[in-house]
């Protein structure tokens, strides 16, 4: 696909941007860099004039890989604070709430940036795009059992990890 | 082994596989840009365009300027380079030195004991009275 027209490419995006997404973000464990990623990377396919590209997706994969690994040699740590909550969560939740929220959801964050990238990724597809066993064997080449037993195992990891941190679950 | 099994004071509340599954899935909820993710990026609009599409005569213009500098500066480099280092070779400053006694000489002929016959021959009177003859004027004549 190359000289792509606006119509395929928002198509493309809406069939495609959570996946990234999530791939992206497994990558870099930060969801706003990871939607940044997918938003640049969607951006250059609009500006590609060169050579017909055979498998869009490990295109943008590739261009959005090349920006967060640039993103994070430039350290741009701004501080966020409640990063993504206020796209969700309605106004009924007390400040004090939602900077429990926002806190809950740092923690888990941490936890799963120790994990290895292998199981990070397991859990993200699973989680973030519900995807079956199967669909992730297809992505991840290997069989659903292997993918299940990953799966189990990313889990425990976690659970470990969030417990050695004191995780309070309330 | 799918469960941790309690050991310490947080006994009570320590997480199981079967919780984390239950925490993830609110953790990934909160997580996902959906709405964001819904809205694909906007491609560069007309307005963008016509910025980019008066650049190129400004980058000309700043291309050009450049190039004229290159070029002029150089010349102009040599010129000053040439200018200062003219007076200051050896040649030169021979040149100029015998230059200089030449001019020196020839204005002290007229005045000079040094015979030179065709100077000599010069009369330097209106009567006649020729240099080498102005040698043999006693200036303290016979009492």
């Known amino acids: ?170 | 082994m799918t469960e941790t099994q309690p050991s310490n004071d947080h006994a009570g509340k320590m997480l199981t596989e079967a919780a984390v599954d239950g925490l993830l899935l609110d953790f990934f909820r909160l997580e996902v840009p959906a709405t964001a993710l819904s809205q694909p990026p906007t491609r560069p609009t007309a307005a963008v365009s016509s910025v980019t599409a008066v650049r190129p005569p400004e980058h000309l213009a700043k291309r050009l300027a450049v190039a004229v500098s290159l070029t002029v500066l150089p010349l102009c480099l040599l010129l000053m380079f040439a200018g200062d280092h003219r007076p200051q070779s050896g040649s030169g400053i021979a040149e100029k030195q015998n230059t200089q006694a030449a001019s020196d000489s020839e204005q002290l002929l007229p005045v000079s004991s040094v015979p030179d016959a065709k100077k000599a021959a010069v009369p330097v009177d209106e009567n006649g009275l020729l240099l080498q003859e102005t040698e043999q004027i006693q200036l303290n004549p016979e009492k």
């Open chain 1, 1 to 170: 696909m190359t000289d792509s027209q606006p119509e395929q490419i928002e198509a493309f995006y809406r069939a495609h941007s959570r996946e990234l997404w999530a791939l992206f973000y497994s990558m870099c464990n930060d969801p706003e860099r990871a939607h940044d990623a997918v938003q640049e990377a969607f951006v250059r396919l609009y500006d590609y004039h060169g050579q017909p590209v055979r498998d869009l997706k490990a295109w943008l994969l590739r261009v959005g890989q090349n920006w967060l690994r640039d993103a994070a040699r430039r350290k741009s740590n701004s501080v966020r604070l409640l990063p993504g909550l206020d796209d969700h969560t309605s106004s009924s939740l007390t400040a004090d709430q939602k900077m429990q929220l926002s806190e809950r959801q740092r923690q888990i964050r941490g936890a799963l940036q120790q994990l290895n990238e292998d199981d990070r990724r397991v859990l993200v597809m699973k989680y973030s795009m519900d995807w079956s066993s199967a669909q992730m064997a297809t992505v991840m080449d290997c069989s659903a059992a292997a993918v299940d037993m990953r799966l189990s195992r990313a889990r425990r990891r976690l659970a470990e990890i969030l417990n050695e941190q004191g995780f309070c679950n309330d």
